[in-house]
């Protein structure tokens, strides 16, 4: 079965970079797109980037655009999200999933309900705060 752990959270200063890694096993990545998502306490979870099974789509959302980058290393099994310019409103925990369903395009950046219809494979979440 497949299986996913994030990588590479922790405190950083606001302006900071991280690095968060999603490692798969039990199954190659190139089957699934993959997306991060990230939830605060209190509210609801929210899709921040994906990208397809080639690795040759992504998409992301407006509050990250420009400062986050997606990324997969198909012989790593391995799925990057690069985060620059961290705020303090990235402060989350920040969880990887695998996208199983069948919606024809990317969707993390659907709604919380069809979003959570679609990954059916998550990690365990990594912590990012970002505060000085």
């Known amino acids: 079965q497949l299986q996913l752990v994030e990588s590479g959270g922790g405190l950083v200063q606001p302006g900071g970079s991280l690095r968060l890694s999603c490692a798969a096993s039990?199954?190659?990545?190139?089957?699934?797109?993959i997306g991060w998502f990230r939830q605060v306490p209190g509210k609801e979870r929210e899709g921040v980037s994906c990208?397809?099974?080639?690795?040759?789509?992504?998409d992301y959302a407006d509050s990250v655009k420009g400062r986050f980058t997606i990324s997969k290393d198909s012989a790593k099994n391995t799925v990057y999200l690069q985060m620059n310019g961290l705020e303090r409103e990235d402060t989350a925990v920040y969880f990887c999933?695998?996208?199983?369903?069948?919606?024809?395009?990317?969707?993390?950046?659907?709604?919380?309900?069809?979003?959570?219809?679609?990954?059916?494979?998550w990690g365990q979440g990594t912590q990012v705060t970002v505060s000085s």
């Open positions: 999933a695998a996208d199983a369903g069948t919606y024809p395009g990317l969707s993390c950046l659907l709604s919380t309900e069809d979003a959570e219809d679609e990954y059916a494979y």
């Open positions: 039990g199954w190659t990545l190139d089957y699934f797109a």
């Open positions: 990208i397809d099974r080639s690795g040759g789509s992504t």
